[in-house]
């Protein structure tokens, strides 16, 4: 079973402070999303690798920044930290090309007060 | 072009009953739509998923109907249960580069009332 792993089910951090969230996957996928869920937008894409040190912005990348220096890791990285970034964040793996299941992980709920 | 629209937004349904969600997509070129299951404090899991070249497919009580020309297609749970209770997505991607990402719908919400 392909199994993606966040580092944390629970965050409660303060306003202006730098998030590191984490998440890693088994199943040597070359592709990597961090999604954000909030009630009634759904799933929005922040940003997603297909790479090792490749990126690219998804929907919603302000305020975020990533990292992938491993094929198996990628870290969601929030600057300074706004309430407004307060919401669940979801990581997720994929094979490379399209046409491919995304497995999720349990997701990170991130409170920012 | 890249939105999903996904309705109802939430659903209420009798055990036993049949639970239908709409989704509806604008880009043709999308090729892959699958459907994912979430169920609280847990991540989307995927449920069932269809390629345009199919009118339908089914697995157990969970069926997907695709409609090409219209650009919709809808999950129908047949013999609903409180255990289908959960939040589903509908989403679509494309052979777009080398990415797979996926494009989700906003989510609708079902209870099943036993």
């Known amino acids: 079973d392909v199994k993606v792993t966040q580092s944390s089910r629970y965050l409660v951090k303060r306003t202006g402070e730098k998030v590191f969230l984490e998440c890693v996957q088994d199943m040597d996928h070359e592709n990597m999303f961090w999604y954000r869920q909030d009630p009634g937008l759904g799933l929005r894409l922040i940003y997603f690798s297909y790479d090792v040190k490749m990126k690219e912005k998804g929907d919603i990348p302000e305020g975020y920044s990533v990292s992938r220096e491993k094929k198996e890791r990628f870290s969601l990285i929030l600057e300074s930290a706004s309430t407004n970034q307060t919401s669940m964040y979801l990581c997720?793996?994929?094979?490379?090309?399209?046409?491919?299941?995304?497995?999720f992980g349990q997701g990170t709920r991130l409170t920012v007060v | 072009q890249q939105q999903v629209k996904q309705s109802p937004q939430s659903l209420i349904v009798q055990k036993g009953g049949i639970s239908i969600i709409n989704c509806a997509y604008e880009?043709?070129?999308?090729?892959?739509f699958p459907w994912y299951q979430q169920f609280p404090g847990k991540g989307p899991a995927l449920l069932i998923a269809i390629r345009p070249d199919v009118s339908e497919k089914k697995e157990g009580r969970f069926t997907i109907s695709f409609n090409k020309s219209a650009k919709q297609f809808s999950l129908h749970i047949m013999d609903s249960q409180p255990g289908d209770s959960a939040t589903y997505f509908c989403a679509a991607s494309r052979r777009e580069g080398n990415t797979g990402k996926l494009i989700f719908g906003q989510g609708t919400t079902l209870q099943v009332k036993p």
């Open positions: 880009n043709t070129a999308f090729d892959y």
């Open positions: 997720a793996s994929s094979l490379l090309g399209g046409s491919r299941p995304a497995f």
